[in-house]
């Protein structure tokens, strides 16, 4: 695999995690799960930065993969990084975007879901990601037999369903609706072609 595809995958694919959180989910308090949506509860409780928290809570995943694969650490790293700058790059143009678009809440919740979830497709087809939680479901379906989007949505669930009893049941249920359309977006960006 070229080493340039792999960074083009890795490029688009954290400009679309990047919409994704800043013009889909950040406007109505919706979570994705995962490292993501950890740094998201942070940010709606704290006022934390997005793209500061990400890095910080990927951290203790990336120090644990380094052992077990360093060339695929060494590209979710490049992801991490990316899509970390490109939220924070983002967030500014989130007031543009939203007067020129006008959605509701579930459609917001339902096409965020997708771009983050193609954005981590992208990358994942090409032996990336941006760390975290999808770090961790590459490795668990190594030895799970298991699509690996699936695996996100699991991890996913369980961290909306504690982002949901902190935030509001709306959230939750907005949240959920974000990580069914991940997950299906992920899949089948990474479904192989027979």
Known sequence: MSTLLKVVAVFIGSLFIAAGINFYLLPF?????GILGIALILHYLLGAEVSLMIM????????????????????????????SLFIHMLGPYQYHFL???????????????????????????????TGGTDLLAHFISKFI???????????????????GLLLSEETFFLSLLTIAAGGIATSLCIMKST
């Open 29 to 33: 308090k919706v979570l994705d799960g």
């Open 56 to 83: 910080m809570c990927s951290l203790p995943i990336f120090v644990i993969a380094w052992f077990h694969d360093q060339h695929y650490v060494y590209g979710s790293l490049l992801g991490l990084l990316l899509s």
């Open 99 to 129: 007067y020129y678009i006008e959605l509701s809440p579930v459609s917001s919740s339902i096409l965020g879901g997708f771009f983050i979830g193609t954005g981590l497709g992208v990358m994942l087809r090409y032996h990336s990601s």
């Open 145 to 163: 037999p298991v699509n690996v989007g699936f695996i996100i949505f699991i991890i996913d669930a369980i961290v909306i369903s504690v982002g």
